[in-house]
Every structure is written in structure tokens, then in C-alpha cells.
Nanobody
Framework: QVQLVESGGGLVQPGGSLRLSCAAS???????MGWYRQAPGKQRELVAW???????SYVDSVKDRFTISRDGAKNTIYLQMNSLKPEDTGVYYC?????????WGQGTRVTVSS
């Protein structure tokens, strides 16, 4: 059974940093994975994406502040978030896309507030 487990969320002041982790179990994968977020009252949006060859892409609002990476040995992807803003607040989910199926984690909450 494939599971994705996110961690690393929390409360941080504006300008602060957090690092999110998403660990995959039940599968060894180099398939594309990404981070999404859902702010209160808004639709879930794609934040960052990483491909098999580690190419990355970002939504404009987080470029130069967020960095997505993956550790193949640990079957884990990360999202380093710097210079956080209140508008980054939301639940962050990781997603894995395989040939057979798509998988979502349960989410980790990030709150940026003073």
C-alpha cells in the first residue's frame, strides 16, 4: 500500500523559514512529485514540482523563496520555504504521479502569522 506522509508544518512568523518533508512508503519511486497547498476558502494549487531527472518548476508567487528537492535513497521530497509571507498560510499536500495511479498525502498545516 502506497502512503505519503508529510511533516514539518507549524506556526512561523513572517520572514521565517520551514522545511516540509514528504516520505513515500510502499513504493520505491523516482516518478514526478509535487507540493500543493490549500489556503482557507480557496482551491488547492500547485506550488512546486520535481521530475524524474530533478527538473523543478514553481508557481510565480514562490519563485526565489521556495526550493523543492528529493532524496532518492530516503524516498523523500522536501520543500524548503524561506521568507515566508502570511499568504503562504495553508495546508500543504504532496502528490505522487505514477503510471498506474496518483497518490496524495494527508497534508501538513503551515501558518504564517505574527
Amino acid at each position: 500500500q502506497v502512503q505519503l506522509v508529510e511533516s514539518g508544518g507549524g506556526l512561523v512568523q513572517p520572514g521565517g523559514s520551514l522545511r516540509l518533508s514528504c516520505a513515500a512508503s510502499g513504493i520505491y519511486t523516482t516518478d514526478p512529485m509535487g507540493w500543493y497547498r490549500q489556503a482557507p476558502g480557496k482551491q488547492r494549487e500547485l506550488v512546486a514540482w520535481i521530475t524524474r531527472d530533478r527538473s523543478t518548476s514553481y508557481v510565480d508567487s514562490v519563485k526565489d523563496r521556495f526550493t523543492i528537492s528529493r532524496d532518492g535513497a530516503k524516498n523523500t521530497i522536501y520543500l524548503q520555504m524561506n521568507s515566508l509571507k502570511p499568504e503562504d498560510t495553508g495546508v500543504y499536500y504532496c502528490k505522487l504521479i505514477t503510471v498506474k495511479n496518483d497518490y496524495w498525502g494527508q497534508g501538513t498545516r503551515v501558518t504564517v502569522s505574527s
